[in-house]
């Protein structure tokens, strides 16, 4: 079970370079029991960094990290960290099941063997040597060496990655019982479906900094911003114009494609939906079928990760 009160993890004002390259700065973020919190960041955004920092694979230049009030390396030791990392092989010249048994035996509170096999989904290849599987059984044997004890606290790097449709489905039901047996998960993740679906709290790291924290839903709220959707219509006697979509009020993206028979279909990003939509009918325009939907996470976090790049490149232009 979980550890009720308190703090699971904690990183305070946590740094650390590799050479020019800022791998994590002065991030600050606290981990409570019983999240199930996803990790999202573009490529270079530090997420693996801060795995390895939280596990205490590496050492932060300043700042701390702490899980359980204590050290890394005094959690792990304890049994409480379970970890499915991408780096690092599995032994070859050994079955599954030898392997999971020898975890579940180091583990200081550890499983039977065929309860951790089940739990995996991976009984069914028990007796296959580890060097004959697949890319994603590979993850899935992975994943049974993460939940080979009774941890409170679960680590897991691009779990998914290499696993199909239906396995992958399969993995995130065995994830969400851990979650509901009080555990805290942790998963760094690129399939933002994935993150919209299973977590109930989202990260966004940019540049080793966290520039969002919050549910789904308010990670979409942060973006601010809105989808109108519609068609233009030559009958309906409204000519395109470009430019006046671009100048509605809100809009902050826009989108057109023409079919053949001369119709447009029409999609907006807009910080002002309501607005948008009352200037198109004053404009004269008729947009069929017309919809406004709230933006999905994928594209929250392509608005917020962009928008932190332009503020960025700002930034460096007025310091020049």
Same mark, same amino acid.
């Given at each position: 079970?979980?550890?009720?009160?308190?703090?699971?993890?904690?990183?305070?004002?946590?740094?650390?370079?590799?050479?020019?390259?800022?791998?994590?700065?002065?991030?600050?973020?606290?981990?409570?029991?019983?999240?199930?919190?996803?990790?999202?960041?573009?490529?270079?955004?530090?997420?693996?960094?801060?795995?390895?920092?939280?596990?205490?694979?590496?050492?932060?230049?300043?700042?701390?990290?702490?899980?359980?009030?204590?050290?890394?390396?005094?959690?792990?030791?304890?049994?409480?960290?379970?970890?499915? &990392?991408?780096? +690092?092989? $599995?032994?070859? %010249?050994?079955?599954?099941? !030898?392997?999971? @048994?020898? =975890?579940?035996?180091?583990?200081?509170?550890?499983?039977?063997?065929?309860?951790?096999?089940?739990?995996?989904?991976?009984?069914?290849?028990?007796?296959?040597?580890?060097?004959?599987?697949?890319?994603?059984?590979?993850?899935?044997?992975?994943?049974?060496?993460?939940?080979?004890?009774?941890?409170?606290?679960?680590?897991?790097?691009?779990?998914?990655?290499?696993?199909?449709?239906?396995?992958?489905?399969?993995?995130?039901?065995?994830?969400?019982?851990?979650?509901?047996?009080?555990?805290?998960?942790?998963?760094?993740?690129?399939?933002?479906?994935?993150?919209?679906?299973?977590?109930?709290?989202?990260?966004? &790291?940019?540049? +080793?900094? $966290?520039?969002? %924290?919050?549910?789904?839903? !308010?990670?979409? @709220?942060? =973006?601010?911003?809105?989808?109108?959707?519609?068609?233009?219509?030559?009958?309906?006697?409204?000519?395109?114009?470009?430019?006046?979509?671009?100048?509605?009020?809100?809009?902050?993206?826009?989108?057109?494609?023409?079919?053949?028979?001369?119709?447009?279909?029409?999609?907006?990003?807009?910080?002002?939906?309501?607005?948008?939509?009352?200037?198109?009918?004053?404009?004269?325009?008729?947009?069929?079928?017309?919809?406004?939907?709230?933006?999905?996470?994928?594209?929250?976090?392509?608005?917020?990760?962009?928008?932190?790049?332009?503020?960025?490149?700002?930034?460096?232009?007025?310091?020049?």
């Amino acid at each position: 079970m979980g550890t009720g009160t308190g703090e699971v993890a904690a990183f305070r004002n946590v740094s650390k370079s590799y050479g020019r390259v800022k791998a994590v700065n002065g991030l600050d973020l606290v981990l409570r029991p019983g999240e199930t919190v996803a990790l999202l960041g573009p490529n270079g955004a530090g997420k693996s960094s801060s795995l390895d920092l939280l596990l205490g694979l590496r050492e932060p230049d300043s700042g701390t990290v702490e899980l359980f009030g204590g050290t890394p390396r005094e959690a792990i030791t304890a049994g409480r960290v379970g970890a499915m &990392l991408q780096s +690092g092989g $599995l032994m070859s %010249d050994v079955k599954v099941r !030898e392997l999971v @048994a020898l =975890a579940c035996k180091v583990h200081p509170k550890g499983h039977a063997p065929d309860e951790v096999l089940r739990t995996a989904g991976i009984t069914e290849i028990a007796d296959r040597r580890v060097d004959k599987l697949s890319g994603g059984q590979e993850q899935r044997v992975r994943f049974a060496l993460a939940v080979a004890g009774a941890n409170d606290l679960i680590v897991l790097d691009e779990p998914t990655t290499g696993m199909d449709v239906s396995v992958r489905r399969q993995f995130w039901a065995a994830m969400r019982a851990q979650a509901d047996a009080g555990r805290t998960v942790l998963f760094a993740t690129h399939y933002l479906e994935e993150a919209d679906s299973i977590a109930d709290r989202v990260l966004v &790291l940019h540049k +080793g900094r $966290l520039i969002a %924290d919050g549910s789904s839903a !308010e990670i979409k @709220a942060k =973006a601010g911003a809105r989808r109108i959707g519609f068609e233009l219509h030559p009958s309906d006697g409204g000519a395109l114009d470009e430019a006046l979509l671009r100048a509605l009020p809100g809009t902050v993206g826009l989108d057109v494609s023409t079919r053949a028979d001369g119709v447009h279909t029409v999609r907006i990003r807009s910080t002002d939906a309501d607005a948008g939509v009352a200037a198109l009918y004053k404009a004269g325009l008729y947009p069929r079928g017309l919809e406004v939907t709230t933006l999905g996470l994928e594209q929250a976090f392509l608005t917020i990760t962009g928008e932190k790049d332009k503020d960025d490149e700002e930034a460096e232009a007025s310091a020049r």
